[in-house]
């Protein structure tokens, strides 16, 4: 089945990522969005990672194929990078928790008060070492999932899905690349910067991860 292409696609993505920025920037909603993600964190993880993250795929399905078009069953897959969203929430706070905990346990070298560095980069690292390779092995097999049904019409088995990946692929690139070269720097700076700021640069990531993850795919 040919993707529906999109017209004025450039116009349309820059716009809402133009939109999204100036919600950002302006003080009154950016703060805003700072405090309604402190009372509802989960719910703002789910919003901000099913439409930055899939801005992401939409961008990597243009460098790809040359122009834009539509993704086939965006809404499930919003849905699944929502839920993703959620996840990515709570482990920030089971990392930088454990992190500190072993720091005050003398189990991990922090470095000296007012050197964040070392801890930031704990975290960073632990987190996309371990967290990170089974969070971007479960978006690509639900990923896999929607997409088969979609180009099939069928309902493929977790087998089936399973068997379909490329797997050699993934771990070459998705985790022996970009984890190190890419991902564990970037958060090294996100747990570095203050939480107002924290929460911006994260949501910022988002559109990177769906790039990242739909380009890896498409190749």
């Known amino acids: 089945m040919t993707a529906k292409r999109i017209r004025y696609g450039t116009a349309i993505w820059t716009g809402v990522i133009v939109l999204t920025a100036s919600f950002l920037i302006a003080p009154y909603t950016r703060e805003l969005f700072i405090n309604t993600t402190a009372s509802h964190p989960y719910i703002m993880g789910f919003v901000k990672f099913a439409i930055l993250s899939i801005m992401g795929e939409f961008l990597a399905v243009r460098l790809v194929s040359g122009h834009w078009q539509m993704i086939g069953s965006i809404l499930p897959k919003m ?131 769906g790039l990242i993850l739909t380009m890896a795919k498409k190749k």
């Open 79 to 209: 849905f699944i990078w929502g839920l993703l969203g959620i996840a990515i929430v709570l482990m920030f706070a089971l990392y930088t928790g454990g992190v500190d905990a072993a720091s005050a346990s003398g189990l991990l070298y922090t470095g000296y008060p007012g050197i964040r560095i070392l801890r930031a980069f704990y975290i960073s690292a632990f987190m996309n070492l371990t967290f990170g390779p089974v969070f971007m092995a479960v978006h690509r097999i639900t990923d896999t999932w929607i997409d088969s049904r979609v180009s099939a019409n069928t309902r493929p088995s977790l087998g089936e899905v399973v068997s379909s990946i490329d797997w050699a692929g993934f771990m070459k690139f998705v985790v022996g690349k970009t984890i190190p070269l890419f991902w564990i720097p970037a958060h090294t700076i996100t747990f570095l910067l203050p939480d107002q700021f924290k929460v911006l640069f994260a949501a910022s990531l988002s559109i990177v991860l």
